[in-house]
């Protein structure tokens, strides 16, 4: 079992910038793809940002690529969300996740078994 917990979100104003962490305990993290999910109000959830397990591949969801930058830190067992450029649409809870081993599809949610319980985001204008 791997548990997950996110920190780092905030409120904060529209061009603002905000570092998310997750942090993850019950098992190392260097065999696991890692992903950034989020969720708006009323909406369904979304994928932000994935990293392979090796860390040399990242992915990005077109709303967020240039500005949100996905890193990990294998020997810390945490990965992290570099979010730049903040704009009123960031607005959301942000969910850390991950997945076993390799897989292909970064931003389809069911490809993941552990999830954190989410960080709150806000960006004001």
């Known amino acids: 079992q791997v548990q997950l917990v996110e920190s780092g979100g905030g409120l904060v104003q529209a061009g603002g910038s905000l570092r998310l962490s997750c942090a993850a305990s019950?098992?190392?993290?260097?065999?696991?793809?890692l992903g950034w999910f989020r969720q708006a109000p009323g909406k369904d959830r979304e994928f932000a940002a994935g990293i392979s397990w090796s860390g040399g591949s990242t992915y990005y969801a077109d709303s967020v690529n240039g500005r949100f930058t996905i890193s990990r830190d294998n020997a810390k067992n945490t990965v992290y969300l570099q979010m730049n450029s903040l704009n009123t649409e960031d607005t959301a809870v942000y969910y850390c996740?991950?997945?076993?081993?390799?897989?292909?599809?970064?931003?389809?949610?069911?490809?993941?078994?552990?999830w954190g319980q989410g960080t709150q985001v806000t960006v004001s204008s």
């Open positions: 019950g098992r190392a993290l260097s065999w696991y793809t």
């Open positions: 996740a991950a997945a076993r081993g390799s897989i292909t599809y970064y931003s389809l949610s069911d490809k993941y078994d552990y």
